[in-house]
Nanobody, 115 residues
Framework: QVQLVESGGGLVQPGGSLRLSCVTS????????MNWYRQAPGKEREWVGSMTRRGTANFADSVKGRFTISRDNAKNTIYLQMDTLKPEDTAVYYCNALFNNHNYWGQGTQVTVSS
């Protein structure tokens, strides 16, 4: 099993930045893929970006060039750096781990982009 705990959400003005953190109960090297998803009110959950065990990152077109993913292996933590935030980025952001063909989810953290 994998436990995930997100943090770092909050209220930010358009154009601002936030960094979300996801602490995992297992080493990043043991997890096939770490993902970030988000779900806006009234919408389906959508994939935001991912990082493989080898460190390859990919992003949805809607956030490409504005969001980056990094990790601190010593802290078993993966980060989602969000820059140039837009009101349409407002959502609950979830950390997801694909491990041994099972999906594990964190509890989510709210990000609100508003002036």
């Amino acid at each position: 099993q994998v436990q995930l705990v997100e943090s770092g959400g909050g209220l930010v003005q358009p154009g601002g930045s936030l960094r979300l953190s996801c602490v995992t109960s297992r080493s990043a090297f043991s997890i096939n893929t770490m993902n970030w998803y988000r779900q806006a009110p009234g919408k389906e959950r959508e994939w935001v970006g991912s990082m493989t065990r080898r460190g390859t990152a990919n992003f949805a077109d809607s956030v490409k060039g504005r969001f980056t993913i990094s990790r601190d292996n010593a802290k078993n933590t993966i980060y989602l750096q969000m820059d140039t935030l837009k009101p349409e980025d407002t959502a609950v952001y979830y950390c997801n781990a694909l491990f041994n063909n099972h999906n594990y989810w964190g509890q989510g953290t709210q990000v609100t982009v508003s002036s």
